[in-house]
T-cell receptor, first 113, second 112 residues
Framework: GQQLNQSPQSMFIQEGEDVSMNCTSS?????WLWYKQDPGEGPVLLIA?????ELTSNGRLTAQFGITRKDSFLNISASIPSDVGIYFC?????????????FGQGTTLQVKP | DAGVIQSPRHEVTEMGQEVTLRCKPI?????LFWYRQTMMRGLELLIY????????DSGMPEDRFSAKMPNASFSTLKIQPSEPRDSAVYFC??????????FGSGTRLTVV
């Protein structure tokens, strides 16, 4: 179906470590977005990807739009305590002519100082 | 830019009462979305509007839920009557031509 499988579900890492998370689907997407949600707040857009193969960085964050258009990953380098939160992938289906995004279930990141 | 503004931030109500959540989207955005977030189900799209017109309400749980967008700067999500299982965080988001959403800070609803 039109589901996004996001993994891992949660991560507990040491400060300074690199982090990688990904989203996969059986459907083809036109757009991939990565969001971060801090406790008590709404998700905030981190990176947007609009082309297959696109690799985009935002500070210590790097995300890629998979060549098959069915997956995307997000890497965080040299993690710091403020990276704690829930990270969501979201995609817009190629078959969709609407503004609707499908969200993954989220990856909860905890960073130990 | 003030971002997407939601009110109230927190709402505690008794079962059976009517609840109205409010949202002011970013000026100039043509899409508005209502989401519900729970631990069990994650982020669920309830309904969305394009140019104030409801496009897809298939995510609205049941007839107790209704949403309106009387103009480009205001939307409401109403639950009547409310039930304990409606307890969740409700988010409003807006976007320009569906290119990446901006979320509000959410309304945490508790129905007792």
């Amino acid at each position: 179906g039109q589901q996004l499988n996001q993994s891992p579900q949660s991560m507990f890492i040491q400060e300074g470590e690199d982090v990688s998370m990904n989203c996969t689907s059986s459907s083809i997407f036109n757009t991939w977005l990565w969001y971060k949600q801090d406790p008590g707040e709404g998700p905030v857009l981190l990176i947007a990807l609009y082309k297959a193969g696109e690799l985009t960085s935002n500070g210590r964050l790097t995300a890629q739009f998979g060549i098959t258009r069915k997956d995307s990953f997000l890497n965080i380098s040299a993690s710091i305590p403020s990276d704690v939160g829930i990270y969501f992938c979201a995609g817009q289906l190629r078959s969709s002519n609407t503004g609707k995004l499908i969200f993954g279930q989220g990856t909860t990141l905890q960073v130990k100082p | 830019d003030a971002g997407v503004i939601q009110s109230p931030r927190h709402e505690v109500t008794e079962m059976g009462q009517e609840v109205t959540l409010r949202c002011k989207p970013i000026s100039g955005h043509d899409y508005l979305f209502w989401y519900r977030q729970t631990m069990m189900r994650g982020l669920e799209l309830l309904i969305y509007f394009n140019n104030n017109v409801p496009i897809d309400d298939s995510g609205m749980p049941e007839d107790r839920f209704s949403a309106k967008m009387p103009n480009a700067s205001f939307s409401t999500l109403k639950i009547q009557p409310s039930e304990p299982r409606d307890s969740a965080v409700y988010f409003c988001a807006s976007s320009l031509s569906a290119l990446g959403y901006t979320f509000g800070s959410g309304t945490r609803l508790t129905v007792v």
